[in-house]
């Protein structure tokens, strides 16, 4: 069992934020190392991004398990509790001013609704530039919400919405 605290440069122009280490991340101790992980990755090539050239960190910084008892067990993950998410918090805001990217992108609903505070639907929101200021920051951060990568895996025509996100993430760095 590992602590996942994030991958990449403290140097990013662009921090991407997912809901949570599952299995294989917390196996590893890097974020996004599984399925989802690889579509991840090949995402951000599109756009000439890399997980060395990206800062990738997620909402919180453990795995969240149906059986903590049990962390070799496959399936067993579940979604952060509230309180695992505002224990992680701070950790999260730390890296955020830290790094102090130009954009962070959420992955799937969790970190969008957490660091939004709001409960649209990421069908809604995903692809409509927001801001974000971490706890204790001296600006907005601009914050492009986007599906996971996960839900392109069930749902490949999501695919078309996430290209034309990260489009939209290029022309904003070359702006
Ligand atoms: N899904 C996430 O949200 N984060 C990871 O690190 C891996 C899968």
Known sequence: LNAVP??????????????GPGFDEDHKGEPFVGK????????MESIGLSRRTVFIAN?????PMKDS???????????????EIAACRPYLDEQIRRI???VIVTLGAVPAHV???TDAPI???????RSYRPQGGDADIKLLPTFHPAALLRNPD????????MKSLREHLAS
Do not use: T
């Open 36 to 43: 989802s992980g690889q579509l991840l990755d090949k995402i």
């Open 69 to 83: 008892s049990n962390p070799e067990a496959r399936g067993n993950d579940r979604p952060p509790s509230p309180e």
């Open 59 to 63: 909402i919180v910084k453990c795995h």
């Open 100 to 102: 102090n990217p130009r």
């Open 115 to 117: 660091l939004l505070a």
């Open 123 to 129: 069908s809604k929101i995903r692809g409509q530039w």
């Open 158 to 165: 999501l695919k078309r919405d996430v290209w034309s996100d």
């Open 6 to 19: 994030g991958v990449g440069s403290y140097e990013a122009k662009v921090m991407f934020v997912g809901e």
